[in-house]
């Protein structure tokens, strides 16, 4: 971490709490650049804005800002919202620890509007800026903060102590928080003391042999054969026993390493063993990295429907390890590639247009984007009460495609991708539909429902575990970045949107 530490981030986000709290806990001394510009100035922001002009407020702000970037004592500063439109301070930035106190663009309006900030008087002109700003911050972001989390800084800072370089830190609010970190080599990184505890390795057969030894020393490990049809209580059963044998207790913690299928298996078995124990998600597939691997769902599967059994529990860290990425087959990049889309059509904005302009699966920018994506939502509703919900845009049908296959025939990702396209077909979005699934072809992926009859498709979804009143209500898209929960589908419908999926 480098002596400043700088606080960044949209207005209303908390960054003056946030540098205060970082300070505090660093011991030095905490900056408000906007308080320094006032006392330069001898007037408000407000009155600089009114009678001065904005770009007259953006040279101060420049050059106040650029002065105290420059290497001095230890500090933390809070940079103005705007101060990131100069490609000088962008420059000066690299220099230092940036922190962005992620805040929703609603919370952010309420808390700034009919106060003194010149920006913040006309609700369309404040979204526009926030849609603006965010991939700036986020770009230059060495750790996201959820604006929740701006009086607790303490716990960020720990976690961001030598972070290797191109790796970020996701702050995860939880029941209990815990430190997402995304990047390359992170795999191998991680020292002993962030997690302590004994290690207990739980991955698949192809994963361990890869990289299974990388996370060394372990007290014990436990493989299962790769794929979906390992995600069952039997299997759960052989790593309990296993962690048993090898002495297992709550001090220790569970790493799962590998695709969605260990993490979920793993973390289940964590939930329930002793109670519950700590484990750690190191993703390995793209699945994983973008989706899986956070929020704290776990599970397995029965024959007859999928995720039936399973526990909310949150991991103690996340390790996405971006290298791992290379090894992985054509096939799983593209299955993990439908849940970056599906991901994409929920948050819209940048991370759509990144995706329907063509950005590669396993950009480092994407997966986090990703992620940051996730961790957002369940952040806000973590046991799935309600807008927890968008998640499942296009699960629906996945999920019933997978269970009417005996978990056999497609992929996760690859079901969650036809589902879409139902999802999208519900949802009155020919255009979208076309080029989602313009976008799957391109990347391999299947686009037509073959070897499964759609009628068992449409029976299988009637075991949704959503289903509530006798009806399953599914997640429809008004446009990117606005999904609808909780609709009523009915069955006419439902069962031309999976037939149209047929080849
Ligand atoms: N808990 C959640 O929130 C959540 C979200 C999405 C999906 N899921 C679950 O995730 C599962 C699908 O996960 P998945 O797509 O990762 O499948 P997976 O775990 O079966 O992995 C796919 C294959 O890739 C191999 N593999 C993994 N990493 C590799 C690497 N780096 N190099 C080479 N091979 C590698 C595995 O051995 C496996 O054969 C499903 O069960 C789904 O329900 C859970």
């Given at each position: 971490?480098?002596?400043?530490v700088v ?6 986000a908390g960054?003056?709490?946030a540098a205060?709290s970082a300070?505090?806990?660093?011991g030095v001394e905490?900056?408000?650049?906007d308080?320094v ?8 922001v407000?009155r600089v ?7 007259a407020f953006?040279a101060?702000?420049?050059?106040v ?8 004592p230890?500090r933390v500063l809070?940079l ?7 490609d000088a301070?962008?420059r000066?930035?690299?220099?230092h620890t ?7 663009v ?5 808390r ?5 900030r010149?920006?913040?008087r ?6 526009r ?5 965010e991939p ?12 929740a989390r701006?009086?607790?800084?303490a716990?960020?800072?720990?976690a961001l102590e030598?972070?290797?370089?191109q790796?970020?830190?996701l702050?995860?609010?939880s029941a209990s928080d815990y ?5 390359p080599g992170?795999?191998?990184w991680?020292?002993a003391?962030?997690v302590?505890?004994?290690r207990?390795l ?8 890869l990289?299974?030894d990388?996370?060394?020393?372990l007290a014990?490990?436990v ?12 299997h759960a ?5 296993e962690l048993?044998?090898?002495?297992v207790?709550?001090e220790d913690?569970?790493v799962?390493l590998?695709?969605g ?6 973390g289940?078995?964590?939930a329930?063993?002793q109670r519950g124990?700590r484990?750690?998600q190191?993703p390995t597939?793209l699945v994983a990295?973008?989706d899986?691997?956070?929020?704290g769902?776990t ?10 059994i399973?526990a909310y529990?949150?991991p103690?860290a996340v390790?996405a390890?971006?290298k791992a990425?290379a090894t992985l087959?054509?096939?799983e ?5 439908a849940?970056?889309?599906?991901t994409a059509l929920i948050?819209g904005?940048q991370?759509w247009q990144?995706?329907?302009?063509g950005?590669k ?10 992620a940051?994506?996730?961790l957002?939502?369940?952040a806000?509703d ?12 296009g699960?629906t ?6 269970t009417a ?6 992929r996760?990702?690859e079901?969650v991708?036809l ?5 999208l077909?519900?949802s009155?979005q020919p ?7 313009d ?10 429902l073959?070897g ?11 075991r949704d575990k959503k289903?509530r009143d006798?009806h399953?209500p599914?997640?429809?898209l008004?446009?990117p ?7 009523p589908v ?14």
């Open positions: 971490m480098s002596s400043t606080c960044i981030g949209f207005m209303g960054k003056t709490t205060r300070a505090r806990a660093l905490a900056v408000d650049v308080a510009i006032e006392q330069r100035l001898g007037k408000p407000a804005f009114a009678e001065d002009g904005e770009a953006r101060t702000e420049e050059r800002t650029l002065e105290l970037l420059e290497p001095g230890p809070s103005g919202g705007g101060a990131v439109g100069s301070v962008i000066a930035l690299a220099e940036v922190i962005w106190i992620d805040v929703d609603d919370s952010a309006w309420t700034s509007r009919g106060g003194a010149p920006l913040a006309d609700r369309a002109t404040f979204a800026l926030y849609a603006e700003r700036l911050y986020s770009g230059l972001a060495d750790a996201t903060v959820p604006a701006s009086r607790t800084m716990p960020v800072l720990a030598d972070l290797p370089p790796s970020k830190l702050w995860a609010a430190p997402a970190y995304i990047g992170i795999l191998s991680w020292p003391e962030r302590p505890g004994r207990f739980v991955t698949d057969g192809r994963v361990a042999a990289y299974g990388a996370l060394a020393p014990g490990r493989s299962i054969m790769p794929g979906e049809q390992s995600k069952t209580i039997a059963e052989i790593v309990w026993t048993a044998r090898a002495g207790t709550r913690v569970i799962a590998g695709g299928v260990v993490g979920d298996l793993a289940f078995c964590a329930t063993y124990v484990y750690v190191v597939t990295q973008v899986s691997a956070y929020g769902k599970g397995v599967d029965l024959p007859e429907a999928k995720n039936y399973g529990h949150q103690a390790l390890d971006s990425l087959p054509a096939e990049l593209a299955a993990g590639y849940e970056v889309v599906k948050a904005g991370l990144r995706v329907r302009a950005a699966p396993t950009d480092l920018e994407l997966i986090r984007w990703c940051l994506t996730k957002r939502v369940v806000r973590e046991r799935d009460t309600g807008l927890r919900e968008v998640l499942n845009l699960h049908v996945g999920h019933a495609i997978e296959t005996g978990y056999a025939r497609y996760h990702g079901a991708g589902g879409l396209l139902a999802a077909r519900l009155e255009a979208l539909r076309e080029e989602v699934r976008l799957f072809a391109a990347r391999g992926l299947p686009i037509t073959d499964a009859d759609p009628d068992a498709v449409v029976m299988a979804t009637a289903r006798g399953v599914f997640v429809l008004d446009s970045g606005r999904p609808r929960p909780g609709c009915s069955s006419r419908d439902l069962i031309a949107a999976v037939r149209e999926l047929a080849p």
